[in-house]
């Protein structure tokens, strides 16, 4: 018989410790999820969401000659969210190096929830949890499990478990 790892284990202690929601007004679906909001939106200053035309280019600046367009190209991508996901997962499939890297570096970024419209504290938590001991794990996953963003702390968990 396989013993749960020390975060999975953890990861039930904090959820069993988690008080009963009290009866209260109804919660919106972004109350109830916490800060962590499932679908994208637009960036401050950004009018709306990039076209499929508009993700492609930004794609294809990933490996423009200046660093300047390189790094807006990751900006734009990165602040598109989920709608840039399928075109990123094919730009890790380029023979460009830095295509490769830098796509690889945003879809790292949303696989851990980190998004245009994510917190700072939450981030902050995020790599605290990825860079952190088991203790500073535990802090962190119970930072997050008092903010409510427990799709967080699975995704968290999910990283060790394939780590391990």
Do not use: C, N
């Amino acid at each position: 018989m396989t013993l749960p790892s020390a975060p999975v284990l953890l990861f039930a202690a904090l959820l069993a410790g988690q008080a009963a929601p009290q009866a209260s007004a109804p919660q919106t679906p972004a109350q109830q999820t916490g800060i962590e909001q499932t679908e994208v939106q637009p960036a401050k200053g950004q009018q709306a969401p990039l076209t499929d035309e508009e993700i492609q280019q930004a794609v294809r600046q990933l490996s423009a000659a200046s660093f300047s367009q390189r790094q807006e190209a990751s900006e734009r991508l990165w602040r598109a969210g989920r709608a840039a996901e399928p075109a990123l997962r094919q730009a890790v499939e380029s023979s460009d190096r830095e295509v490769v890297f830098r796509a690889g570096l945003i879809l790292e970024q949303f696989h851990f929830g980190i998004f245009a419209d994510t917190p700072p504290q939450i981030i902050a938590l995020i790599e605290s949890y990825r860079g952190g001991d088991l203790q500073a794990k535990e802090h962190a996953l119970e930072r997050l499990r008092e903010r409510g963003a427990t799709s967080t702390m699975l995704r968290l968990m999910r990283y060790d478990s394939i780590r391990a």
